[in-house]
């Protein structure tokens, strides 16, 4: 009796030492588990995320909450990193009346037609000579020949009947006639509005080196200051930073670009791209940049009628902007006839206008192409494209 007792108690032994082995051998793996998975609590969605359509109406999405808290593993400061809020989207400020804020450049600029032509005009007796030199200056100053000589010869008709050189008449008299030079009766809108089911369509050619890619960058700015939708293309596919450049300028206002990855790409293929994905995104206006071509160079401008030819597959061109560096002068307006044969010019972009005492090719522009002169860049800011005001830049000029 006694040994089975015996047997009894060492059993009992036996089975609470081996219960304790597995509680033991079961906490550990527990623990085990939970130090290399720890529970995370849920992340707030960033604001302004998408929200998803239930087919019930709209219903933000959000992460399920966690079934065991835990402490999140990231110090505070890697957690405030996470959830930095990205770099507010350039809201620029209405372009009307831009050209009247940059008189100042301009007038500088041109101080040599407004200054000089006054300076001559109010010497008094005015002979052969002086007529002379108010024709040397205005010439000097691009406006060409034709225009040249029928401001002189209006200039001579008043001073001959009025009988008088007074500063004030002649300023007068040279604002109202440079003024129709210029023709303020000339449409100068841009085409940035829906056609029906299709964005308007801008087209951007010039030769290299005149600011092209940057004017587009600055149009888009004016045109998201009137509340447009932009889409912007990058078909300048041949100059390696030029569809970066582009994207850039657009990122800035918050306006998307439509670029090849590969460099060298059929640039009439991406400006299909950009007008097919303005027509299906419903965007306002598309703008289109191309490779700077030399005008005499007659593979390139075949190859723009091409770009042309593949945009007309789908949509109309509404515009066809040139832009010319107005420090070239003559030369600048044979590469405007050369482009105007080859993709309808409807209006030109005058960069450097700033930097030159050269003001008389606008007048001379307009008249070698019949087209209006429609935005012109005054200085390197982003915001130094003003829409052309025939009036702000007649009077800068004479002020």
Same mark, same amino acid.
């Given at each position: =009796?006694?040994?089975?007792?015996?047997?009894?108690?060492?059993?009992?032994?036996?089975?609470?030492?081996?219960?304790?082995?597995?509680?033991?051998? =079961?906490?550990?793996?527990?623990?085990?588990?939970?130090?290399?998975?720890?529970?995370?609590?849920?992340?707030?969605?960033?604001?302004?995320?998408?929200?998803?359509?239930?087919?019930?109406?709209?219903?933000?999405?959000?992460?399920?909450?966690?079934?065991?808290?835990?402490?999140?593993?990231?110090?505070?400061? $890697?957690?405030?990193?996470?959830?930095?809020?990205?770099?507010?989207?350039?809201?620029?400020?209405?372009?009307?009346?831009?050209?009247?804020?940059?008189?100042?450049?301009?007038?500088?600029?041109?101080?040599?037609?407004?200054?000089?032509?006054?300076?001559?005009?109010?010497?008094?007796?005015?002979?052969? $000579?002086?007529?002379?030199?108010?024709?040397?200056? &205005?010439?000097?100053?691009?406006?060409?020949?034709?225009?040249?000589? $029928?401001?002189?010869?209006? &200039?001579?008709?008043?001073?001959?009947?009025?009988?008088?050189?007074?500063?004030?008449?002649?300023?007068?008299?040279?604002?109202?006639?440079?003024?129709?030079?210029?023709?303020?009766? =000339?449409?100068?809108?841009?085409?940035?509005?829906?056609?029906?089911?299709?964005?308007?369509?801008?087209?951007?050619?010039?030769?290299?080196?005149?600011?092209?890619?940057?004017?587009?960058?600055?149009?888009?700015?004016? &045109?998201?200051?009137?509340?447009?939708?932009?889409?912007?293309?990058?078909?300048?596919?041949?100059?390696?930073?030029?569809?970066?450049?582009?994207?850039?300028?657009?990122?800035?206002?918050?306006?998307?670009?439509?670029?090849?990855?590969?460099?060298?790409?059929?640039?009439?293929?991406?400006?299909?791209?950009?007008?097919?994905?303005?027509?299906?995104?419903?965007?306002?206006?598309?703008?289109?940049?191309?490779?700077?071509?030399?005008?005499?160079?007659?593979?390139? =401008?075949?190859?723009?009628?091409?770009?042309?030819?593949?945009?007309?597959?789908?949509?109309?061109?509404?515009?066809?902007?040139?832009?010319?560096?107005?420090?070239?002068?003559?030369?600048?307006?044979?590469?405007?006839?050369?482009?105007?044969?080859?993709?309808?010019?409807?209006?030109?972009?005058?960069?450097?206008?700033?930097?030159?005492?050269?003001?008389?090719?606008?007048?001379?522009?307009?008249?070698?192409?019949?087209?209006?002169?429609?935005?012109?860049?005054?200085?390197?800011?982003?915001?130094?494209?003003?829409?052309?005001?025939?009036?702000?830049?007649?009077?800068?000029?004479?002020?």
């Amino acid at each position: =009796m006694d040994n089975l007792w015996l047997y009894v108690i060492i059993a009992l032994i036996v089975l609470v030492l081996a219960a304790a082995t597995v509680y033991g051998l =079961m906490r550990g793996r527990g623990g085990a588990e939970r130090s290399v998975e720890p529970s995370r609590p849920a992340q707030p969605m960033p604001s302004g995320s998408p929200a998803v359509d239930s087919g019930q109406g709209a219903a933000t999405a959000t992460a399920p909450p966690p079934e065991h808290p835990a402490e999140p593993s990231e110090s505070p400061a $890697e957690a405030l990193e996470e959830v930095a809020p990205a770099p507010a989207v350039e809201r620029p400020e209405s372009a009307r009346g831009r050209l009247q804020r940059l008189r100042a450049r301009l007038a500088r600029s041109n101080s040599a037609i407004g200054k000089g032509l006054l300076a001559l005009l109010s010497r008094g007796h005015l002979d052969e $000579e002086a007529w002379e030199e108010v024709e040397d200056t &205005l010439i000097a100053s691009d406006l060409g020949v034709e225009a040249t000589t $029928e401001l002189v010869e209006s &200039l001579r008709t008043q001073v001959k009947v009025e009988g008088t050189t007074d500063e004030a008449t002649v300023r007068g008299w040279l604002r109202k006639d440079l003024l129709a030079l210029v023709q303020p009766e =000339m449409d100068r809108r841009i085409a940035s509005s829906r056609v029906g089911i299709r964005p308007a369509v801008i087209l951007v050619v010039g030769v290299n080196g005149t600011g092209k890619t940057t004017t587009v960058g600055k149009l888009a700015r004016v &045109l998201v200051a009137e509340d447009r939708e932009v889409l912007l293309g990058a078909a300048d596919t041949f100059r390696a930073a030029a569809a970066d450049q582009l994207e850039t300028w657009g990122g800035r206002v918050g306006v998307p670009t439509v670029r090849s990855d590969k460099e060298g790409a059929d640039p009439a293929a991406v400006a299909f791209d950009t007008v097919k994905a303005g027509i299906e995104q419903e965007v306002d206006v598309v703008i289109i940049d191309t490779a700077g071509r030399l005008h005499t160079k007659v593979g390139l =401008m075949d190859e723009l009628g091409k770009i042309k030819r593949v945009i007309e597959k789908q949509s109309e061109i509404d515009e066809v902007l040139l832009v010319l560096d107005a420090t070239t002068g003559q030369n600048g307006l044979q590469q405007a006839r050369i482009f105007a044969e080859a993709v309808d010019v409807t209006g030109i972009v005058l960069t450097k206008l700033d930097g030159t005492a050269k003001g008389g090719i606008v007048v001379s522009v307009q008249r070698q192409l019949g087209v209006p002169v429609k935005l012109v860049g005054l200085g390197e800011g982003p915001d130094d494209l003003a829409p052309f005001d025939p009036e702000a830049f007649v009077d800068a000029i004479v002020e």
